[in-house]
């Protein structure tokens, strides 16, 4: 469906490796309708999370209520508390049943977004992104990732991914990818 001259992802954009994914999200469009308001951010930085075998990932506990959509179909939004009170969006990737997903970190602002979005909570209160979004079909004509033209190799930095230092040798994985020089992304 044409939006500004752009698409939204396919299902085979998911359906791939999820570092591969992970890295290809960035500069995309999140898009969010709700309330009459169309709510657009441009993706600046992405955590890949690998599967059962992540220590870090949701999906390592196995299959429960709450990881069930990371273990469903590619293209779908995983959306989970943290602390109880702040929403995260992760996307799910892979195939069904591999329970792999990349969390959205970041956005820059492009459209109808107040607030700050710098971080997974802070980017889902900003988009009113909630729970109620949990198992989504990311082609949905109100809750989507629109294409983008690619970010160049040169211009994506790779790190640890943050506050997973339980998770032991994953923690030390380069898996969070961001934009270089981008200001909207949440830590250097």
């Not at 969390?103 to 889902?124: D, S, Y």
Request: net charge positive; aromatic share 8%; hydrophobic share 40%.
């Amino acid at each position: 469906m044409p939006m500004g001259g752009t698409q939204k992802l396919a299902r085979a954009f998911y359906d791939r490796d999820t570092v591969a994914v992970a890295r290809d999200l960035l500069g995309k469009r999140l898009v969010h309708r709700s309330g009459g308001i169309e709510r657009v951010g441009r993706i600046v930085e992405v955590e890949a999370y690998l599967g059962p075998r992540d220590l870090a990932a949701h999906s390592s506990r196995g299959l429960t209520e709450r990881t069930r959509v990371m273990f469903g179909p590619p293209g779908h939004a995983y959306v989970f508390l943290v602390y109880g009170m702040h929403s995260c969006m992760n996307v799910v990737t892979e195939r069904e049943g591999h329970a792999s997903a990349v969390l959205l970190r970041a956005v820059e602002p492009v459209k109808n977004i107040e607030g700050n979005t710098r971080g997974p909570g802070l980017l889902c209160k900003a988009m009113r992104i909630d729970r109620d979004l949990n198992g989504r079909d990311l082609s949905s004509d109100d809750f989507f990732i629109a294409d983008a033209p690619p970010v160049e190799p040169s211009a994506i930095a790779k790190k640890p991914r943050i506050g997973v230092d339980y998770a032991g040798r994953w923690a030390r994985r380069l898996l969070r990818f961001y934009i270089r020089g981008n200001p909207f992304v949440s830590k250097r």
